[in-house]
T-cell receptor, first 115, second 114 residues
Framework: GDSVTQMEGPVTLSEEACLTINCTYTATGYPSLFWYVQYPGEGLQLLLKATKADDKGSNKGFEATYRKETTSFHLEKGSVQVSDSAVYFCALSDALTGGGNKLTFGTGTQLKVEL | NAGVTQTPKFQVLKTGQSMTLQCAQDMNHEYMSWYRQDPGMGLRLIHYSVGAGITDQGEVPNGYNVSRSTTEDFPLRLLSAAPSQTSVYFC????FGTGEETQYFGPGTRLLVL
């Protein structure tokens, strides 16, 4: 079945440091890929997405590129801020397997940014 | 536009008690779903619905029932709560299509079963 693997946290960075959170996936078909973010005490919200190979999703300074050859969708940001502290989830949906809108999530990576 | 709302925010149950977690959305989304979030396991799909009157099981459906009588509402029922159901529950909604659609999540219900 479909699965998503992402690096374990917590990841602790100083403000203005570079961020990379690794995400790899296994899917039968051609999935859409997502990064969702969960701020403390809140529900998840979409950060960015990519729906086909080589697409780059971007939002709020975060970027991720859909790499079909390496089945990866790594999240990057050049300069993190304290306000980026949150849990980040990589996810996929795979319509080919009948999943439609069903999301398969990774385990989440907690990011802590310190001054 | 309230988005996705969930009630209650917190609930404590005793083993064997029943309860209903409420979820409502005002975006006219066809697709609604319930996830549970447990430490180290991410979010796992419990049940989902692609429209009023249509529901199906997700990855972890045992112990939970759902129904969808209207487009707006998608309640989750625990018929006989067990400690293993202690978790944070999230409802989500989206337009139904090819899977590219953004899912909108509610704020969550934190459930403790003693």
């Amino acid at each position: 079945g479909d699965s998503v693997t992402q690096m374990e946290g917590p990841v602790t960075l100083s403000e203005e440091a570079c961020l990379t959170i690794n995400c790899t996936y296994t899917a039968t078909g051609y999935p859409s890929l997502f990064w969702y973010v969960q701020y403390p005490g809140e529900g998840l919200q979409l950060l960015l997405k990519a729906t086909k190979a080589d697409d780059k999703g971007s939002n709020k300074g975060f970027e991720a590129t859909y790499r079909k050859e390496t089945t990866s969708f790594h999240l990057e940001k050049g300069s993190v801020q304290v306000s980026d502290s949150a849990v980040y989830f990589c996810a996929l949906s795979d319509a080919l397997t009948g999943g439609g809108n069903k999301l398969t999530f990774g385990t989440g990576t907690q990011l802590k940014v310190e001054l | 536009n309230a988005g996705v709302t969930q009630t209650p925010k917190f609930q404590v149950l005793k083993t064997g008690q029943s309860m209903t977690l409420q979820c409502a959305q005002d975006m006219n989304h066809e697709y609604m779903s319930w996830y549970r979030q447990d430490p180290g396991m991410g979010l796992r799909l419990i049940h989902y619905s692609v429209g009023a009157g249509i529901t199906d099981q997700g990855e972890v459906p045992n112990g939970y029932n759902v129904s969808r009588s209207t487009t707006e509402d998608f309640p989750l029922r625990l018929l006989s709560a067990a400690p293993s159901q202690t978790s944070v529950y999230f409802c989500a909604s989206s337009y139904f299509g090819t899977g590219e659609e953004t899912q909108y999540f509610g704020p969550g219900t934190r459930l403790l079963v003693l």
